[in-house]
């Protein structure tokens, strides 16, 4: 007996999984948790019955909204450790412009999953290519050999919460992570 094999999604219903994803990422992020899905559906511009195919409950939908901004983050770091040199820094401050350009759907993510840390293997994934940003700043003399990829994603947590409660300026928390990561 053969394994059936999945079909590809078609490329409309990608596109309308993508549309809905950034209509409920804008109105969530605008608005709150709280949101209708009807309202999402419009904005998407989708027939509520497509949202709710695609995402059985708010909280799935958020889920995925936070699973695709990991994995943007995940391929930024892979931009940045191309970089080489100073890619850790500019990792982390990138990262840092992401949140704080789209603090309200943070918000959104805690609420809803208890936390907006990455999870599974989007968690693993980013901590893989953590891991090579740390090996590059070790090389160049910027991270003690003592710090780990999880240490990075503490800093990483660190400056979330910074971000999303108005804790202070995060470039300047970013700056003294990095400075705390280097070799004593």
């Not at 999870?119 to 991270?143: F, H, M, W």
Request: glycine letters at 10%; one cysteine or more; charged letters at 30%.
């Amino acid at each position: 007996m053969s394994t059936p094999q999945r079909r590809k999604p078609r490329t409309d219903a990608e596109r309308n999984r993508d549309r809905v994803l950034e209509a409920a990422r804008v109105l969530f992020a605008e608005s709150g948790h709280d949101v209708p899905m009807s309202e999402v559906a419009r904005a998407a511009g989708v027939g509520i019955g497509t949202l709710y195919r695609k995402f059985p409950t708010r909280e799935a939908l958020i889920e995925a909204i936070a699973e695709h901004r990991a994995a943007d983050l995940a391929a930024a770091a892979h931009e940045f450790a191309g970089e080489g040199a100073q890619g850790l820094e500019g990792f982390l401050f990138h990262v840092g412009e992401v949140l704080a350009g789209d603090r309200g759907m943070s918000e959104v993510i805690e609420k809803a999953m208890g936390s907006a840390e990455p999870q599974g293997e989007t968690r693993d994934a980013l901590l893989a290519v953590i891991a090579e940003l740390l090996d590059q700043a070790r090389a160049r003399g910027a991270a003690g050999r003592d710090v780990t990829a999880e240490d990075v994603n503490m800093v990483i947590c660190g400056l979330a919460a910074v971000i999303r409660n108005a804790a202070g300026d995060w470039r300047r928390y970013v700056a003294v992570a990095l400075d705390g990561l280097r070799p004593r």
